[in-house]
Nanobody
């Protein structure tokens, strides 16, 4: 049972990236999947989740979109209009429970992918 996050990189302010979270050993559709991010020295914060609905943190609304591709057993996070303050390591995670601001996964976490927004 494993999650693999990928798609991070260096992008200029205003640019876009699409992060991918691919599962092995289980079916993502059976769980709620979320994206979190963390800046070194700061607390991890929720970005978005999908499962019985979707949730976006205020900073993500209108810029980020979460989606599933069941055939590829993958969840995506499309990030547009990126800002320097979006720079962080982004993690995907899965667990049961309905997606919402209250949801925090304990079951499975991916290894993280670094997003750097800089000119």
């Amino acid at each position: 049972v494993q999650l693999q996050a990928s798609g991070g990189g260096l992008v200029q302010p205003g640019g876009s990236l699409r992060l991918s979270c691919t599962a092995s050993g289980f079916i993502l559709d059976d769980y709620t999947i979320g994206w979190f991010r963390q800046v070194p020295g700061e607390e991890r914060e929720a970005v978005s989740c999908i499962g019985g609905g979707t949730y976006y943190a205020d900073f993500a609304k209108g810029r980020f979109t979460i989606s599933r591709d069941s055939a590829k057993n993958t969840v995506y996070l499309q990030m547009n209009s990126l800002k320097p303050e979006d720079t962080a390591v982004y993690y995907c995670a899965s667990d049961i429970g309905a997606c919402g601001y209250w949801w925090y996964p304990l079951a499975t976490w991916g290894q993280g992918t670094l997003v750097t927004v800089s000119s």
